[in-house]
């Protein structure tokens, strides 16, 4: 038997899979933790006050940062994927992204103007290079079990969901309640504990994700028999024209905005610059791209418009469903009464006792079993590993002692108070951290999943047009949910009391939303390409997400000026209006896109 043939990896399984599966599970749980972490801060830092100790920033500023600053996270992993298959291999790229991640998150902490700007391109790159090649690993350890990998993505995932909802959930409570450095420097800590748990680990994946070398080349080259269609000169012009006005705009968009225009590289073409530079930029990337289709054959050709419509289509969901961190985060601190009393205050403690401590006691269990696995051969890694889960247990079982003691149902002594770091108080008050909404939709995620995976293997199984539509539509509730929520929220008006029912409605619609199209789109790059495009088209694939996450910054900026002239629930109510517009165009264009697909589904 070769070193590297898959049955090696199944010879020491946890839970029915390799232990190198969750060596991957853990390093993607830290670093989700810490990309949510920091993400569910970055608005609230920037439009709170000097006072509480945020940068004072207007909500459009901010927006169009943040909007900038996720864009160019998806788009950092087209170069992070081709140095990884071309350069440095997986394993590095997952160690560089990691470092680069770490060193991030801390100077976002330091909280100076350079620290910050400097946290976020270093957060940038280093997402480029771990993104996409953790999924690459975990595709080559499976490339012979095809019947398992479907299972092993679904594991994967939960420690996704996982490691987002505990760092909003902690990452956010500590920004929010003791002080912003904290939040951001805690996100750093986490992601250094996975990349050191990463690198102890690597040998249990044999030799997937090397660098690639003279021999490993050959044979890749030798399995690839499809016919290449090289790009030409004039379309590689084009290319670096396209990307070069792109990757400029989405830098001095928030440049312009920020320097008031003393900083604008487009300045010489007139007020419109950035809309003209953009407009050329994707006006050059269309040509480039209908003419590429004209290349191939007409099934080929057909199939490609196809999966070109899905990434149109979600270009208008992400811009809509990544209001999470942005207006719809505005809106939980500014707009919605988060403070609890009596009966309601007891429901709150238990429920996120509840949902604090089972899932990470279940986390805490599949680490055992990995432990037990893996301690022999790998000893240091799972003591680093341990030590986060000690870490992590600590501050949460602490958030919930501060949140008890603060609502009345604690009594703490002066001297465990000042051990703990807890601030003494003479009030009984429970208020909800306006980062905790955002936790909703991994909850949501975990507990629904499952109820979509088999509905999507059932007769019931719609079509990919139909699970757009009907996902569209979903966001569609969500938004109409807080826009009916605000209604009563005059125009102009900067504080509200708002339920904090729409809220968790919102999340509800909008998490079914995201299982009903997110799953589905790659899913069919996958389907529909040929193998020879698949990197082609997953680059236009993750353009298209880039340009939806600035599209929910640029939709996040005009939210003052819309809430100050209509009123803030005219600004959700044009969010639902799109929703729908979006979900019935994708039902109506369902015979034509079936025709397309030639079968596939």
């Avoid at 100076?112 to 595709?139: A, C, D, Q, R, W």
């Avoid at 290319?239 to 990757?247: C, H």
């Amino acid at each position: 038997m070769t070193q590297n043939t898959t049955d090696q990896f199944f010879k020491n399984s946890v839970l029915g899979h390799p232990a190198g599966l969750f060596v991957l599970f853990f390093t993607e749980m830290w670093e989700r933790f810490s990309f949510y972490g920091m993400r569910s801060l970055l608005i609230l830092f920037l439009t709170t006050s000097f006072a509480d100790g945020g940068w004072e920033w207007t909500r459009e500023n901010a927006s169009a940062l943040f909007g900038s600053y996720v864009g160019l996270v998806y788009l950092s992993t087209m170069m992070g994927g081709y140095f990884a298959d071309k350069v440095i291999g997986f394993r590095w790229a997952v160690v560089v992204g990691a470092v680069l991640m770490t060193l991030g998150h801390a100077s976002m902490a330091v909280e100076t103007e350079f620290s910050i700007y400097l946290g976020l391109l270093l957060l940038v790159f280093g997402n480029g290079f771990f993104k996409p090649n953790m999924t690459s690993i975990i595709s080559e350890m499976y490339k012979d079990r095809p019947e398992k990998k479907d299972g092993a993505y679904t594991l994967f995932y939960m420690g996704v969901n996982a490691g987002a909802f505990f760092g909003i959930l902690l990452c956010g409570y500590l920004g929010e309640k003791v002080g912003w450095s904290y939040g951001f420097g805690l996100a750093g800590i986490f992601m250094f504990f996975g990349m050191l748990q990463f690198w102890l680990s690597q040998n249990i994946f044999g030799e997937i994700g090397l660098k690639p070398n003279k021999e490993s080349v050959a044979k890749a080259a030798a399995l690839d028999t499809d016919k290449r269609n090289p790009f030409t000169p004039w379309q590689l012009v084009v290319i670096a024209m396209s990307s070069i006005l792109g990757l400029l705009w989405i830098l001095n968009d928030p440049a312009s905005k920020i320097s008031g225009g003393k900083v604008n590289v487009f300045g010489f073409l007139g007020a419109n610059g950035n809309s003209i530079a953009i407009v050329t930029a994707l006006v050059l990337f269309i040509i480039l791209l209908v003419y590429r289709f004209t290349q191939y054959s007409q099934i080929t050709r057909e199939k490609l418009i196809a999966v070109t419509f899905f990434a149109f289509l979600t270009i208008f969901f992400w811009a809509i469903f990544e209001q999470s961190p942005n207006s719809l985060t505005i809106f939980a601190n500014d707009y919605t009464n988060r403070v609890l009393e009596g009966n309601w205050s007891v429901v709150f403690l238990v429920m996120n006792s509840l949902i604090t401590i089972l899932p990470l006691a279940i986390i805490t269990f599949v680490l055992y079993l990995m432990f037990k696995k893996t301690f022999k051969d790998y000893a240091l890694a799972n003591i680093i590993l341990s030590m986060s889960f000690v870490i992590i247990w600590a501050i949460a079982i602490w958030m919930l002692a501060k949140d008890y003691y603060t609502a009345g149902y604690l009594s703490l002594s002066d001297e465990t108070l000042a051990l703990l770091k807890i601030e003494k108080v003479t009030t009984a008050l429970t208020e909800v951290p306006a980062t905790w909404f955002s936790t909703l939709n991994s909850l949501f995620i975990i507990t629904l999943a499952p109820l979509f995976s088999k509905l999507w293997e059932s007769k019931y199984n719609p079509s990919a047009n139909f699970k757009y539509g009907i996902g569209m539509g979903l966001l569609a509730m969500g938004m109409a949910c807080i826009a009916f929520g605000a209604n009563g929220i005059e125009a102009g008006a900067k504080t509200a009391s708002v339920s904090m029912i729409w809220l968790i409605l919102v999340y509800l619609f909008h998490t079914m939303a995201e299982l009903c199209i997110s799953p589905v789109g790659l899913s069919y790059v996958s389907k529909l390409v040929p193998a020879r495009m698949i990197a082609f088209m997953f680059g236009v694939w993750y353009l298209a997400v880039a340009i939806g996450m600035k599209g929910a910054g640029m939709f996040g900026e005009n939210i003052d000026k819309i809430a100050n002239e209509h009123g803030l629930s005219y600004f959700f109510w044009m969010l639902t209006i799109i929703s729908v517009t979006v979900g019935v165009f994708s039902i109506l264009m369902a015979p034509v896109i079936k025709k397309l697909m030639h079968g596939v589904r």
